[in-house]
């Protein structure tokens, strides 16, 4: 199969990386960012279209103050830090994820942070902070029903492409692969619409201990996929019987 065009990573585990080393879990955050630049760096060498990180939850404010404090001036930090670095790389930056609850400094650099690599056309890089699935769907709903209101939007017109149209996402691919690390076998809120036909890896190593070698075992992981999308593998069908195989091409995919 192709290589993925858009993989996107559920970045668990940098806590219990921490505790495992008798460390404070921002320990393990901090870790964690390194692990990201490595595979930010990787990604764009090789070619990668797009790349998301899930950083932050909508439900990740109910953690400890203090944490919460430390993952917001980590994000700080990465973006001062290392914007310049990747404006150079020519890596393009999205943030995805409710802005409106976010202090201004944090809102500034991220606005700072997509303004300046605007026009780049290597990676495509995806921060999801603050996001979660459920809140991003909500507001693309709360949209569409205030246009709808208006009288601006026939209700028959509302189709999966404008709702996708309409997520923080809008005019990105869905994504092929999502990796989470740690173990954890579920999304956790994450792009739950655009993850309708991708296909999952859940490697059990901690995030801090993922390298750009476990990331390219998760890619040729992928290549050996089937993805068939609700189809038929046409290979398969078409060894097998090739009635099958007219079917399974036939242009309005209905057998007769
Ligand atoms: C992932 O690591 C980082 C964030 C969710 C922000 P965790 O902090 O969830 O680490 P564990 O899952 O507790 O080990
Ligand atoms: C998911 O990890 C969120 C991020 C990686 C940012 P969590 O650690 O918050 O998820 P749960 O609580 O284990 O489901
Ligand atoms: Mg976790």
Not at 55 to 71: C, H, K, Q, T, Y
Not at 141 to 156: E, F, K, N, S, W
Not at 217 to 228: F, G, N, V
């Amino acid at each position: 199969m192709s290589d993925p065009r858009h993989i996107a990573i559920i970045m668990d585990g940098n806590g219990r990386w921490a505790t495992a080393r008798g460390l404070p879990r921002s320990a393990g955050h901090r870790a964690g960012v390194e692990s990201l630049r490595a595979i930010v760096h990787h990604a764009g060498v090789t070619g990668l279209e797009w790349l998301t990180f899930f950083a932050f939850s909508s439900e990740n404010w109910s953690r400890p103050d203090g944490e919460v404090r430390e993952l917001l001036a980590l994000l700080k930090m990465f973006i001062r830090r290392d914007l310049a670095d990747l404006h150079r790389k020519n890596v393009h930056i999205s943030v995805i994820g409710e802005r409106d609850n976010l202090s201004a400094d944090v809102r500034g650099l991220l606005v700072e942070a997509e303004t300046l690599t605007r026009a780049n056309t290597g990676l495509n890089l995806v921060i999801a902070f603050n996001y979660g699935a459920r809140d991003e769907l909500t507001r693309a709903m709360r949209r569409l029903a205030i246009d709808v209101a208006a009288g601006r939007l026939d209700p028959q017109s509302i189709s999966a492409d404008l709702i996708s149209a309409n997520l923080d996402t809008s005019g990105m691919p869905d994504p092929d692969l999502i990796i989470r690390t740690s173990g954890e076998m579920r999304l956790s809120n994450f792009l739950l619409w655009q993850a309708a036909y991708a296909e999952f890896l859940f490697v059990p190593c901690m995030w801090p201990d993922f390298t750009p070698a476990v990331f390219e075992e998760a890619i040729e992981a992928y290549r050996s996929r089937d993805r068939r999308f609700g189809g038929v593998n046409s290979k398969q069908c078409c060894k097998e019987s090739p009635e099958l195989l007219a079917v399974a091409t036939a242009s309005d995919g209905v057998a007769s």
